[in-house]
């Protein structure tokens, strides 16, 4: 059990019986009142958000979650399977996802970290920086030099699209921040 001052972004917590993530919590005090904690939560099976206020000695079980690596095998309609390094196969739904599902390719090398809540898996997380190809990209402006020009751009596989620097073309690796879906720059 941790008291409501002790907990900080990112621990999850028992709230009712629903498991949440705390995105924010913020300690204050007042000379007449009693400390309170602001908290910013998300329900990490619902995906609700809400925003309470505790009081500081409030107490709350914290709950540890399971991690594992793993990699992305493939789509089995409505799921995404997933493998670990003992051949373990797990499915995570297309909500659970977020973000990820516009990256994800069959059989991709990159190392996925899936967590689990009582054994079912209720998020991926991707590698910070991936490597994909550019399926279709316009060619670029001539002559448009002035200050960042980005234009749009398909990748292969997923057929997900993002703005990418102009001088890139059909077939080069690029580097995305998977974080904030941006383009880094061009692959080696």
Known sequence: MKTAQ????G?????????????????????RNGSVVKMKMKGLLSGSGKETVYAADDKFEQIILDKK?????????????????????YEVEEENLGDAVNYL??????????????GKAISVELPN???REVEYTE?????????KVMKPAKL?????????????????????????????????
């Open 11 to 31: 621990n999850v917590i028992n709230v009712s019986g629903e498991p949440m993530v705390i995105l924010k919590a913020e300690y204050s005090r007042s000379g």
């Open 129 to 131: 920086t991936i490597v």
């Open 156 to 188: 292969v596989g997923s057929g997900y699209e993002l703005p990418v620097a102009a001088f890139i073309e059909i077939g080069d690796k690029i580097e995305i921040d998977t974080r904030t879906n941006e383009f880094k720059k061009r692959a080696n």
């Open 6 to 9: 002790e907990l900080r972004a």
């Open 69 to 89: 690596d793993c990699t992305y095998s493939y789509y089995a309609d409505p799921m995404y399977v997933f493998m670990d390094e003992e051949y373990n196969q």
């Open 105 to 118: 390719t069959d059989g991709m090398e990159d190392k996925c970290e899936v967590t689990f809540y009582e």
């Open 139 to 147: 060619p670029a402006v001539r002559g448009d030099t002035s200050g």
